[in-house]
């Protein structure tokens, strides 16, 4: 079970001290040097994919890079939700929000429109279908109209270059971050877009 987190704005050490609170194995910042933090996470993924072994139940790695995420942007000092959550009046599951730095938590999975900064669909390696756009695309409309100030982020650990199903912007019409570009079979190259992320959020945070 995640533990249900504390409400405010947390300095970086705190953040760090937090993360080793919820989970110790993830491999954020300490003892990783000067590697970037888009590195990190791309090995702590790949890392922790294996502690299931090599046949992994289907939504595994799901679940997996949603907590990596959330670890990272507690180790930051946000304001972030459990994962699998619902904000009041939208009736679709939500991976991760990133909150008001006031907001207090009372019912960890259910929050209040107001009290929501960022509302993200996070994958590992994209999406395989036209379906599966269309479907994301209606859960950020339905956020949207709750409350308009939410901004809804598609984030992704891996994507084909030269993929079919490659969701960009003009696509789904909200803003979408790619942390590493496959390149080739075996090759993948980090895009910027971790950097860039944080870079909207700290505004979004900053705004409030």
């Known amino acids: 079970m995640v533990s249900q987190i504390s409400p405010g704005v947390l300095s970086q050490e705190q953040g760090e001290d937090k993360c080793e609170e919820e989970g110790k194995w ?15 996470i791309k090995k702590e993924v ?62 960890p999975v259910l929050f209040n429109p107001e009290d929501v900064l960022v509302a993200f669909e996070i994958k590992k390696s994209g999406v395989f279908s036209v379906d599966s756009i269309d479907v994301i695309k209606r859960n950020f409309d339905k956020i949207s109209k709750i409350n308009p100030k939410i901004k809804c982020v598609y984030l992704t650990l891996y994507e084909g270059r030269k993929y079919k199903h490659r969701i960009n912007k003009e696509k789904l019409g909200y803003d979408v971050f790619e942390i590493f570009l496959v ?13 860039r992320l944080q870079n909207k959020l700290k505004n979004c945070r900053d705004a409030c």
Request: hydrophobic share 30%; glycine share 8%.
């Open 46 to 107: 790949k890392n922790r994919e294996m502690d299931f072994g090599e046949k992994r139940p289907r939504f595994y790695t799901g679940s997996l890079m949603v907590e990596v995420i959330r670890n990272h942007l507690i180790s930051k000092g946000y304001n972030v939700s459990n994962r699998d959550v619902f904000i009041k009046g939208v009736d679709c599951q939500i991976d991760l929000l990133v909150l008001k730095p006031k907001s207090r938590i009372v019912n």
């Open 183 to 195: 390149v080739e079979k075996h090759e993948s190259k980090p895009t910027g877009d971790w950097n």
């Open 26 to 40: 993830f491999e954020y910042a300490r003892g990783e040097g000067m590697m970037d933090e888009d590195l990190k």
